[in-house]
């Protein structure tokens, strides 16, 4: 489901569109997220949608909520994910939200997003060459592409509205956050990431980084684990079996679309280049590995029976 095909019945209670999830609003206390088959890069919505995308990032999105609030790192916003109880006009278009949406609680949403980074890979590559550091934090010299840091790096980074995202130092996190908010994000964030790369290393995946979204519940102050979680928009997962370390890996993520645009004459800014099929239907395989290789679940069974149990 596209920005386009938006059920016309959901209008009223839209609230607003980010580059993959449309919200609305429930009631005073919970909003919905519906995830769309919408594809960005380089901060651009491509016009070309990934068929399932929306259910890939909805499933993997619930099963690591669930993880890692039964590990008692952090709570979450999730309450629930079954469309036929949500009220009207929502309920009407219940078939269209099945596997795609997450019923949450409403939260005063933190004005920073986090990454943490175990390789060097991606914009850090680029960033360590250029600099000898990575988001302003001194590495060794010598370091090779995707190289395994000793210690996970923290790097959070402004939320810009359009555009891009500009990354700042802790300090600057802290003057936007209050210090013991931002003490508190990064010791989950590590937490939430060596947790996550546990878990995912028997199932022959290496999570190289990955992005992370807190906020704080307005009534009680509680941090509150956000939006979507170590899927692949938001994480590069690579397959362990092929891990050398001194090139560019294969990713189960949008790097596959991102290596495609690099080839092509585009100055990434709007709008995007359509994507050929083979494009699209490689992403979709990529994503769709991602799940399944992480759940342990199939997909075709989470797209009948919309749960992310195995078995």
């Known amino acids: ?75 979450n916003h999730l309450l629930g994910t079954d469309p036929t109880t949500l009220p009207p006009p929502f309920a009407g278009a219940a078939g269209e939200l099945r596997g795609r949406i997450m019923i949450c609680r409403r939260v005063e949403v933190l004005p920073v997003e986090v990454i943490v980074r175990g390789y060097l890979a991606g914009s850090g590559w680029k960033d360590y060459r250029r600099t000898g550091a990575v988001c302003g934090i001194p590495l060794a010299v010598g370091l090779r592409e995707s190289e395994r840091f000793p210690e996970p790096l923290f790097t959070p980074s402004t939320k810009a ?42 199932a022959g995946l290496l999570l190289a980084d990955t992005k992370f979204e807190f906020g704080v519940d307005r009534a009680t102050g509680e941090l509150l684990l956000i939006d979507e979680v170590l899927t ?15 090139r560019a890996q294969a990713s189960y993520d949008k790097q596959y ?33 991602a799940f399944e290789r992480i759940t342990g679940a199939g997909f075709a069974r989470y797209l009948a029976e919309d749960t992310t149990a195995d078995g």
Do not use: C
């Open 161 to 202: 509205a359009v555009g891009h995202d500009e990354n700042i130092r802790f300090d600057r996190m802290v003057e936007l956050t209050g210090a013991a908010i931002a003490e508190r994000v990064r010791a989950v964030a590590l937490a939430l990431y060596r947790f996550a790369a546990a878990r995912t290393a028997p």
């Open 1 to 75: 489901m596209s920005g386009a095909d938006r059920p016309t019945a959901l209008e009223g209670a839209f609230v607003r569109a980010g580059k993959v999830r449309d919200l609305y609003r429930l009631d005073d206390g919970r909003l919905l997220l519906v995830a769309s088959d919408r594809i960005s890069a380089f901060d651009v919505v491509l016009p070309t949608p990934i068929p399932d995308k929306g259910r890939v990032l909805t499933g993997l999105s619930r099963y690591w909520f669930a993880a890692t609030e039964a590990a008692g790192i952090v709570p």
């Open 257 to 289: 679309v991102r290596d495609w645009l690099e080839a092509q004459p585009w100055d990434k800014t709007p709008p995007g280049p359509e994507l050929p099929a083979d494009v699209v239907a490689g992403t979709r395989a990529r994503y769709v590995e």
């Open 232 to 246: 692949p928009d938001s994480s590069r997962f690579w397959d362990a079996s092929t891990y050398r370390p001194g």
